[in-house]
């Protein structure tokens, strides 16, 4: 009897795909070469046809961070690796592996109808499992990072798979070992550790305001819902306009700068950090600009949120690229601060 493994299925290519609906923004953008990839075993062989026929390739996950121009040359990975599990449970915790191209959001919803909360303040973040670790997301006082164990992944320098434990992720804010070597790694699967001792996490002004007159502390329920509420009444929903949530990072400065700053602007909206260093809300700085609501051609600043970017229909990469130089400009005029896009501009 013969117990060979079956070969693989090849990944399927689809030409000149249109990614309108696959990426928030709604641009409309065609991928020469659309490969979706339901399985990590696809990989090796895709990759060694694409590096010897010499093609260009880039990942696209849920398309929720990402500013696409008009055409894509080349290959286009659209990763749709599928399937979450208990994999390990001891005293202490429970370990989830879970698929690259699974859905975060749903993906969320699922650990607390398991009974494992955790990841509750990072309900509603658009975008699938695999692409959480690259910016290691953050919302509500909590960044992804923390309850990941691992990351598997095809490292396409080294042609393998490998196993990248927490600690060389280099996590912090909106950032990772990943993002510091863009286009290296093809992540297939997230491992959670989600500890069995929950505690609520409300710290964050926003969140802390919904629960400030409870008698006892929230459950994760509670928590789950209070974040889906103020994040609808925040930003808008991808589905009816256009958009990538935070379209820059909120700029980390020290301490002297900040206190210069905060000289000038007493009402400078911001958030202590590590080591005597400032986050501060590049929202607030944006809005003191006056862009909040303001539209230009297609695009615009979202009216109820001035840290995100808008496509009002039919913008494309380059109307929202000039409009972000337009704010970088006048942020960088009337503070100092050179503020730095967030999404990945392919
Ligand atoms: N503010 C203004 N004008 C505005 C909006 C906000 O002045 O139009 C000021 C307010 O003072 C407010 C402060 O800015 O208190 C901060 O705003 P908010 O609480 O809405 O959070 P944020 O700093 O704009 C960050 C993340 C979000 C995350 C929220 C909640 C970044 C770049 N953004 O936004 O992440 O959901 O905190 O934790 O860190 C994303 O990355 O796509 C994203 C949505």
Redesign the pocket.
């Known amino acids: 009897m013969n117990f060979a493994k079956n070969a693989p299925q090849p990944a399927k290519l689809i030409p000149n795909m249109g990614l309108k609906h696959r990426n928030s923004f709604g641009l409309d953008s065609t991928a020469e070469l659309a490969y979706e990839i339901s399985a990590a075993d696809q990989l090796p062989a895709l990759m060694k046809e694409l590096s010897d026929k010499k093609v260009a390739w880039r990942l696209l996950g849920g398309g929720s ?1 990402v500013i696409l121009p008009d055409s894509l040359p080349g290959a286009t990975l659209l990763i749709n690796v599928l399937g979450q599990e208990v994999i390990k449970s001891d005293d202490q915790s429970t370990w989830l592996a879970v698929g690259a191209g699974v859905d975060w959001h749903e993906f969320v919803s699922w650990t607390l109808d398991q009974n494992l909360p955790g990841l509750e303040n990072l309900a509603l973040i658009p975008g699938t499992v695999g692409a959480t670790p690259i910016q290691n ?5 909590v960044e992804v990072g923390e309850y990941i164990d691992s990351i598997e992944a095809f490292d396409t320098k080294a042609n393998a798979f490998v196993t990248i434990p927490q600690a060389a992720c280099q996590f912090a804010y ?1 950032d990772s070992y990943f993002k510091q070597n863009p286009n290296r790694f093809i992540v297939t699967k997230v491992v959670f550790k989600i500890p069995k001792a929950w505690q609520a996490r409300v710290q ?3 969140l802390a305001k919904q629960f400030a007159d409870a008698n006892s502390a929230p459950s994760h329920k509670q928590i789950f819902d209070a974040v889906c509420t103020i ?1 609808l009444k ?2 808008p929903d991808p589905k009816v306009i256009g958009n ?3 379209f ?3 700029p980390i400065v020290d301490h002297q700068q900040y206190e210069e700053l905060v000289t000038r602007f007493p009402n400078l ?1 911001s958030y202590p950090e590590a080591a005597g260093k400032r986050k501060l ?4 700085l944006i ?1 003191q600009c006056g862009f ?1 609501g303001k539209r230009i051609g297609q695009v615009g600043v979202y009216e ?4 995100v970017l808008v496509n009002h229909g039919g913008g494309t990469s380059t109307d929202l690229l000039n409009l972000a130089k337009n704010i970088q400009e006048e942020v960088r005029n009337k503070f100092g601060i050179q503020l730095q896009i ?1 999404p990945t501009i392919f």
Not at 137 to 141: L, T
Not at 304 to 307: G, I, S, Y
């Open positions: 961070n997301i953050g919302a509500y006082g909106r964050y002004a926003d994040r925040k930003l990538a949530g935070s820059f990072q909120n909206a809300a590049a929202a607030w809005d909040k109820n949120q001035a840290l967030e």
